[in-house]
């Protein structure tokens, strides 16, 4: 919502540029430090300790997002996160944003594709007033047609600023839309300008009827709290609301792809760029082995993570023929996500040379067995950073909720670091051969043909 | 240790309007054998370590060569007479510690967060020794660098955001080093050679214009004995003198500008501003709160409510006053479609008008300071962020209580000292208004 942290929408620059390093990071120390519970409403709760300053912060993750959407109505999501901040009957207007500021808090929200979240950080002994204001928005939020209209052209600002003109956000966009042909990740979080154009305030209080409810939401807390004293705040302002019946999810699966997809625009007075997507599992996927996804997470960290990655070395310092190069794969995506590479070829470098590069290091992969000393390093990197995103409680609470929200159980949080230690160089070369065929890949150019 | 070190520790507590909050931390002051000072703190919740090391080598030290002290940072880390950028780079990936470098235009800092734990902390802080005492800068990492940055620049190019900052930049400081990108320029760039290089690391990566910050949970002895380490890896000869006589000076604009300039994008950029004060003027924090009221507090600014909330106008606007070394700038930004370009200019203008000849209102000033007052725990609740408030007091040589000081002086800021700090380092009568956009942005 606010403009100055920038992560309301996507993923794509949150997760995209910085991906490898929040995979690699997702980990956990002492389980004794964390409480969970579920209410009698269905409201989760998930209370982590970390008193290291007075300071805590309160999200609370509601499990929809742009993969409930359907045809003509995307982009609902995240409207209606927009929306939340238009205020309530007992909060109406600015009134929730002006009590958390004057308290010395922060506040803001994000969609992405699985979820939509709301949080706020402020100093400890004021987080009733955040857990007041926030249950409040989850039952008695007013949408007026007067408010709506002018939010949905901020909102459509919003796509022009990060989407529109913007070659990266185009080509993103365009690869999810070419990838997918049924599944939900077909569509953008942020919704097609079209949709936008016919949204209405119905839409949003339909939506915000039929998915915000205690049953459909976890509650994450961490910082310097009790956790007696936080349940029990926690229970008096949610304790009260009733479950409703949460909707049957349009199960929208993936059918078979028949080849490699090929998709090349052409943007006006914009750099060349290539962007690729090969198919891959996620956690919750059925009839896959889960190492095949720690082991996806390894392969990634082989191409792209460090100077010595395969990527960085190959395109970047051999070839001198990119100035940037990338990949990254999310495993704990609700439904089956994209393992992404993308390069920004160095200017006046052709697309074509890259491709061939990228073949021939996708090759590799597939025939050789990675070094010891490649795992090693991928290894070295996930133990600190699991040490690292300590100093973050924003950090820890982002990764409870979106776990939670999107695969169901935080314990595989705690086996994390364990997970990706025990990955092989024999699996990593499975999941080369079975993931990073032409029936799983799509590519999406940008001015190839432009020089 | 002789009778030169110096140690201090002082106890930072926090209090928030409702005194209800503590936040303790305990900062030491410490100066190394030939002058360094440093200033460490521990947090032992994590075992790790965070070293920030601050020089006076940001890119106002570039000269004609633009870009030179962004492009000798970013080869610090590609060679040592002893070992090749792979084998640099390795040793740090297999310890998991992250080297980093940064660029502003008043500054420059070099920076390492490792594990504490003695396997992986002993050899990247060697490493991170040999960097600081030792970098070779080889000619083929220099093209290859240089390559990159130059593709990037013209990347730059045709983003819409970057074109309209540099142009602003540009200008409302005319030559002054403030003018350029950080970065450089294409044309400066290609021309540096390795010997700018190596006299740039000489010259400023240097002990005599170097602060030391430490966040770790080690302890003091262990701190003490690596800040040390540190400050011998320094070169330490004599700094040469900037040449001030021939340097730009800055120029006050004398009268309201508007600038176009056509770009194909559906959203204008627009910049508007001019030139403010310099870190430590007495109207820093007269003005950081009225910035605060009018544009500089996200959803609570008068630009977010008037523009955003109101009219739906924009998804962001904001305005910042940045006080530098030399005169910094007073900036407001906003990206709008191209057809509402104009409508926007005009209630920008209107509205920093009525701002610097009525100020904020009671129940805004009181919110602010309020806002201001209870956040400060948040400025300081990981490592992260108290190694950076610790490296801006050591930079800047702010009294260690900064920041208690800063909450009594913010709480008896009054209405009259903001119209006040306004009227003298405002001038909304010489605005500069910059527009990148499509036709339709045109006036």
């Known amino acids: 919502m606010s403009f100055i942290n920038n992560i309301n929408i996507l993923k794509y620059f949150l997760i995209f540029k910085i991906f490898a390093i929040l995979i690699l990071s997702i980990s956990f120390d002492a389980r004794a430090e964390i409480m969970e519970r579920t209410l009698e409403n269905g409201l989760h709760v998930i209370l982590k300790k970390d008193a290291r300053a007075p300071v805590v912060t309160s999200h609370i993750w509601y499990k929809i997002g742009s993969a409930d959407e359907v045809s003509g109505k995307t982009g609902l999501s995240h409207a209606l996160e927009h929306m939340m901040f238009k205020g309530t009957k007992n909060n109406p207007g600015g009134v929730f944003s002006e009590i958390i500021a004057k308290l010395g808090g922060k506040e803001n929200a994000f969609t992405s594709k699985d979820y939509t979240a709301y949080y706020q950080t402020l100093p400890s002994q004021h987080l009733e007033h955040a857990i007041k204001l926030e249950s409040d928005r989850m039952s008695n939020l007013v949408v007026s047609k007067e408010d709506f209209l002018k939010e949905i052209e901020v909102i459509k600002e919003e796509r022009r600023l990060r989407t529109d003109d913007q070659s990266e956000g185009i080509a993103y966009e365009q690869l999810y839309a070419s990838a997918y042909t049924n599944s939900s990740y077909h569509d953008p979080i942020i919704g097609w300008m079209e949709d936008l154009n016919n949204m209405t305030e119905n839409d949003i209080s339909d939506w915000y009827e039929n998915w915000y409810a205690p049953n459909n939401a976890t509650a994450v807390i961490v910082g310097d709290i009790d956790f007696d004293k936080t349940m029990t705040l926690v229970e008096k302002y949610y304790g009260g609301k009733k479950a409703v019946k949460i909707k049957d999810r349009i199960n929208r699966s993936e059918p078979f792809q028949f080849g490699e997809k090929n998709v090349s625009i052409e943007i006006k007075d914009k750099p060349t760029y290539l962007i690729m997507g090969y198919k891959v599992p996620s956690l919750n996927a059925k009839n896959v082995e889960k190492w095949e996804c720690y082991a996806l997470s390894v392969l990634s960290g082989i191409l792209s993570s460090g100077q010595n990655s395969r990527l960085q070395k190959v395109l970047i310092r051999e070839k001198k023929i990119a100035s940037y190069a990338d990949s990254g794969y999310y495993m704990f995506s609700r439904n089956n996500p994209l393992f992404l590479i993308d390069v920004n070829p160095i200017v006046g470098k052709k697309i074509s040379r890259i491709e061939v590069e990228l073949d021939k290091i996708v090759k590799e992969l597939k025939t050789k067995l990675v070094s010891q000393k490649e795992l090693d390093r991928i290894k070295a990197q996930v133990l600190a950073s699991e040490v690292y995103q300590r100093d973050s409680i924003d950090y820890q609470a982002r990764v409870l909720g979106m776990v939670k929200t999107s695969i169901g159980d935080t314990k595989i949080i705690e086996k994390y670091t364990e997970s990706i230690a025990s990955v092989t160089a024999k699996q990593v070369r499975e999941v080369a051969r079975k993931y990073l065929v032409p029936n799983l890949k799509t590519v999406v150019k940008v001015n190839e043909n432009i020089q | ?443």
């Open chain 2, 1 to 443: 240790m002789n009778n030169k070190i110096i140690k201090i520790t002082y106890f930072l507590i926090i209090m928030t309007l409702s005194n209800l909050t503590q936040a303790n931390i305990e900062i030491s002051q410490y100066e190394t054998k030939n002058g360094i000072k440093v200033l460490y703190t521990k947090a032992q919740n994590i075992p790790m370590i965070d070293i920030k090391i601050t020089f006076d080598a940001g890119s106002n030290k570039d000269g004609d060569i633009k870009g030179l002290s962004m492009l000798t940072h970013s080869l610090l880390d590609e060679g040592t007479s002893k070992m090749n950028s792979e084998s640099i780079a390795s040793t740090f990936e297999s310890t998991g510690a992250i080297f980093n470098t940064s660029v502003n235009k008043d500054k420059s800092s070099i920076s390492l967060r490792s594990l504490t734990e003695k396997k992986y902390l002993d050899p990247s802080i060697k490493m991170f020794l040999k960097i600081l005492s030792d970098s070779v800068f080889p000619q083929k990492e220099i093209n290859l660098q240089k390559d990159r940055t130059i593709s990037s620049i013209i990347e730059d190019q045709t983003d819409p955001s970057e074109i309209s900052m540099n142009l602003f930049f540009k200008e409302i400081y005319g030559n002054y080093p403030y003018a350029y990108p950080s970065i450089g320029m294409k044309n400066t760039l290609s021309k540096i050679k390795r010997k700018d290089i190596q006299n740039f690391y000489r010259n400023n990566i240097n002990s005599r214009n170097s602060k030391i910050v430490i966040v770790s949970s080690l302890s003091n002895k262990e701190v003490i004995s690596l800040a040390e380490k540190i400050s011998k890896s320094l070169n330490n000869s004599e700094l040469k003198k900037d040449d001030v006589s021939s340097s730009p000076k800055i120029l006050k604009n004398s009268k309201e500008k508007y600038i176009y300039k056509k770009f194909n994008s559906e959203q204008a950029h627009i910049y508007i501003g001019g030139l403010s004060i310099k870190r430590g003027s007495k109207y820093q924090l007269p003005l950081y709160v009225g910035n605060y009221i009018f544009g500089g507090s996200g959803f609570s600014a008068r630009l977010m409510q008037e523009l955003r909330v109101k009219r739906g106008l924009t998804y962001g606007v904001y305005s910042y006053i940045y006080p530098m070394k030399d005169v910094g700038p007073f900036v407001i930004g906003i990206e709008t479609k191209a057809e509402q370009a104009q409508e926007s200019v005009k209630l920008i203008h209107k509205m920093i008008k009525e701002f610097h000849k009525n100020g904020p209102s009671d129940k805004e000033l009181k919110h602010a300071k309020e806002a201001i007052i209870n956040g400060f725990p948040l400025r300081i609740d990981s490592n992260t962020d108290i190694l950076n408030y610790l490296s801006m007091i050591n930079y800047y040589n702010l009294p260690l209580d900064y920041l208690n000081t800063f909450t009594k002086k913010i709480s008896k800021i009054t209405k009259k000292d903001i119209l006040e700090a306004f009227e003298k380092e405002v001038d909304v009568k010489n605005l500069v208004t910059l527009v990148v956009g499509n036709e339709k942005a045109k006036k």
